[in-house]
């Protein structure tokens, strides 16, 4: 979407942010560190520069965010990478819109920011365009492998009480990333972002609680399916509306250096 047709505050905010090249490199402080020390020092610098977006802002930085690179006026679906008509939106939508999409919460914000005013629950790093049909099907899942195929989304989705949400192979490293951001960016309200300490773990996780599995299968499609042009892309974008970055997405190594002993990935 052309920058004159953003709502005039928010294109205010970003023409006056300095691009990321014309700072000092931040990693550049992290040296040696390893595991939980590492986490923390990569926590402050992904926190750097954010501001936080309004729920009605996130239709705006998802059109530009997840314009579709043929499609003039259409958004890429996180995972069905179906191209949708950028009018279409929720709630909102023309009649003769077909299909709807929404904005998915990657980390689902029933684990564990529900209200608007907590920063997770508007943070485009990890919110993304999809089918209103995809993001009910996916729910507040877990991420593993298997399950039952549903073409639509591109995804695999398992059934019952360990039921969890496999994405297509084109989405799982963005996917990774954007939960391992999620991880290190939010680590209990240091900085007034209303929201607790996020954890990725290598179990199923309950409704409510702040954690998101697994972390060892996420690692894996992390390091299988590296960084695209089409990602970075986004990622730039991104960090132009909300002001920082994904540490993960900049500095892939990083993920190994913090949770690779955990997972037994040497």
């Not at 990890?126 to 195929?149: I, K, T, W, Y």
Request: glycine share 8%.
């Amino acid at each position: 979407m052309p920058a004159r047709c953003l709502p005039a505050a928010l294109f205010a905010v970003i023409s006056a942010v300095t691009p990321a090249t014309a700072a000092a490199d931040p990693y550049a402080t992290l040296g040696r560190l390893e595991g939980q020390e590492l986490k923390r020092a990569v926590s402050t610098i992904s926190a750097r520069g954010h501001r936080p977006l309004s729920y009605r802002d996130l239709w705006d930085v998802l059109k530009e965010a997840d314009r579709h690179p043929a499609k003039v006026h259409h958004v890429v679906g996180i995972y069905s990478r179906r191209a949708i008509p950028a009018e279409c939106t929720e709630g909102k939508a023309p009649s003769s819109c077909d299909q709807k999409w929404n904005r998915e919460h990657v980390w689902p914000k029933s684990k564990a920011f529900p209200r608007r005013d907590q920063w997770a629950h508007t943070d485009a790093h990890h919110v993304a365009a999809e089918l209103v049909r995809c993001n009910s099907v996916r729910g507040n899942l877990d991420f593993d492998v298997g399950g039952q195929s549903y073409p639509e989304c591109a995804s695999r989705r398992g059934k019952g009480a360990s039921a969890t949400w496999e994405p297509s192979d084109a989405a799982k490293g963005q996917v990774a990333r954007m939960l391992m951001y999620v991880a290190v960016r939010y680590e209990g309200d240091p900085l007034g972002d209303k929201t607790p300490n996020l954890e990725l773990v290598r179990r199923l996780t309950r409704d409510g609680e702040p954690n998101l599995g697994n972390l060892c299968v996420l690692l894996r499609w992390h390091q299988r399916f590296p960084t695209t042009a089409a990602e970075r892309e986004r990622h730039e974008v991104v960090a132009r509306f909300q002001g920082n970055r994904n540490p993960f997405v900049e500095q892939p190594s990083l993920a190994q250096r913090i949770w690779g002993r955990e997972c037994g990935v040497g």
